[in-house]
């Protein structure tokens, strides 16, 4: 059974960049059908997405994050990261890296961890 | 990018039905069939109920149905159980080439 997993600091001090990585166990979707995302959610606010990464290699941004948003995949591809820049208490939120069909449904999401942008 | 506009809160008693409805623009929900729906109950991942508008994923029950008419989605839950509790998001593609998510809607089961 497909297993996503967020890894990084809790902690973030603003200016900084923020880096995660998600890791994928128990199979990989090394397809086309697939692509990797990392959505966020706020403490008590809704979903909000941050991007994603297709199978080539293509990226897609949402456009209030673009200029600060990098996603990548790693060589193995069972590892694909989110780097966010110049953070502000703004992105204290919890944040989600998930599997998403190409017809756009993510199915299949990491357990989320928290980060903090604090001095 | 707007967010999808959802009710803040819906709710229901058991066996009843409650219908929670995604509004966007003819930018997204209007244009394109690639509505989702996520429960997340409280302090978990969100769980995908409904993909393409209405289509179950496996494991998902029958009483979870979904359906689009212009720039509205909707999620209906019918037979309505203690369990369904959760916040429930919507989400649609954009022709923007991105993906966005409605406000979410708190459901109560009475």
């Known amino acids: 059974q497909l297993h996503l997993q967020e890894t990084g600091p809790g902690l973030v001090k603003p200016s900084e960049t923020l880096s995660l990585t998600c890791t994928v166990s128990?199979?990989?979707?090394?397809?086309?059908?697939?692509?990797r995302g990392w959505i966020r959610q706020p403490p008590g606010e809704g979903l909000e997405w941050i991007g994603s990464?297709?199978?080539?290699?293509?990226?897609y941004y949402n456009p209030s994050l673009k200029s600060r948003v990098t996603i990548s995949v790693h060589t193995s591809r069972n590892e694909f990261s989110l780097r966010l820049t110049s953070v502000t208490a703004a992105d204290t939120a919890v944040y989600y890296c998930?599997?998403?069909?190409?017809?756009?449904?993510?199915?299949?999401w990491g357990q989320g961890t928290m980060v903090t942008v604090s001095s | 990018q707007s967010a999808l506009t959802q009710p803040p809160s819906v709710s229901g008693s058991p066996g009843q039905s409650v219908t929670i409805s995604c509004t966007g623009t003819s930018s997204d929900v209007g244009s394109y069939d690639r509505v989702s729906w996520y429960q997340q109950p409280p302090g978990t991942a969100p769980k995908l109920m409904i993909y393409e508008v209405s289509l179950r994923p496996s494991g998902v029950p029958d009483r979870f149905s979904g359906s689009k008419s212009a720039n509205t989605a909707s999620l209906t839950i019918s037979g309505l159980q203690a369990e369904d509790e959760a916040d429930y998001y919507c989400?649609?593609?954009?022709?923007?080439?991105?993906?966005?998510f409605g406000g979410g809607t708190k459901l109560t089961v009475l």
């Open positions: 990464i297709s199978y080539g290699g293509s990226t």
């Open positions: 989400s649609s593609y954009t022709s923007s080439s991105s993906w966005v």
């Open positions: 128990g199979g990989s979707f090394s397809s086309s059908d697939y692509y």
């Open positions: 998930a599997r998403k069909t190409y017809g756009g449904a993510f199915d299949i």
